[in-house]
Nanobody
Framework: QLRLVESGGGLVQSGGSLRLSCVAS???????????VGWFRQAPGKEPEGVLC????????HFSDSVKGRFTISRDNGVRTAYLQMNSLKPEDADVYYC????????????????WGQGTRVSVSL
């Protein structure tokens, strides 16, 4: 059974930083390096918004101009984990953040990802 688990969310003051983690498990993740990993966020009542994605080759796709220069994505294939480093957080960044995986490439459409985690909540105070 394929599974993704996000962690690292929490409450932070505006201007602060958080690092989210997305850990993959399950036999089908023996070739974790073949998957692209994307980070999305979703506010209540809104459609999911793509944030960043890293392909199997390490290419990075930015889905959101609002996070450029503040958020970065990385991954460690050895421990099947992807990270989202979020700096200079703003109140409008507060959302539930999800990671998803798809073979090879980074589509912007969330429905093209094969597996999703349960999400981790990020709250930003003024």
């Amino acid at each position: 059974q394929l599974r993704l688990v996000e962690s690292g969310g929490g409450l932070v003051q505006s201007g602060g930083s958080l690092r989210l983690s997305c850990v993959a498990s399950g036999n089908s993740f023996d070739y974790y390096r073949d998957y692209a990993v994307g980070w999305f966020r979703q506010a209540p009542g809104k459609e999911p918004e793509g944030v960043l994605c890293m392909s199997r080759t390490g290419d990075i796709t930015h889905f959101s101009d609002s996070v450029k220069g503040r958020f970065t994505i990385s991954r460690d294939n050895g421990v099947r984990t992807a990270y989202l480093q979020m700096n200079s957080l703003k109140p409008e960044d507060a959302d539930v953040y999800y990671c998803g995986i798809k073979l090879r490439t980074c589509p912007e459409a969330g429905h093209e990802y094969h597996v999703w985690g349960q999400g981790t909540r990020v709250s930003v105070s003024l």
